[in-house]
Nanobody
Framework: QVQLVESGGGLVQAGGSLRLSCVASRFPFAFSSSGMGWFRQAPGKDREFVAAIRASGGTTYYTDSVKGRFTISRDNAKNTVYLQMNTLKPEDTAVYYC????????????????WGQGTQVTVSS
């Protein structure tokens, strides 16, 4: 069973930065052949797409609210995907999850699987 472990969350003031990491293991296939994504879920809200990256790392996708502030990247040698978050806002507060792309789209929840346990990000105003 694929295992994804997120880390790097924490409490930060508005305008600050955090870098999330997601380490993948027990892949039945090559990590380097899998698209990866980050999603987040705020209290009382549905889980939503944040960013995704193609297997090679050459193409990335972002939800509009994080464009220019967040950067997704990956290190296939380390089976790790990152989310660099800058200029954080209180509305970025959520549990952040990484997942493996399994379907045709790059932003739909239903097209991702093998979710990690999440890491909490809290941005104070």
């Amino acid at each position: 069973q694929v295992q994804l472990v997120e880390s790097g969350g924490g409490l930060v003031q508005a305008g600050g930065s955090l870098r999330l990491s997601c380490v993948a293991s027990r892949f039945p296939f090559a990590f380097s052949s899998s698209g990866m994504g980050w999603f987040r879920q705020a209290p009382g809200k549905d889980r939503e797409f944040v960013a995704a990256i193609r297997a090679s790392g050459g193409t990335t996708y972002y939800t509009d609210s994080v464009k220019g502030r967040f950067t997704i990247s990956r290190d296939n040698a380390k089976n790790t995907v990152y989310l660099q978050m800058n200029t954080l806002k209180p509305e970025d507060t959520a549990v952040y999850y990484c997942a493996v792309r399994s379907g045709p789209t790059w932003t739909s929840l239903k097209d991702f699987k093998y979710w990690g346990q999440g890491t909490q990000v809290t941005v104070s105003s």
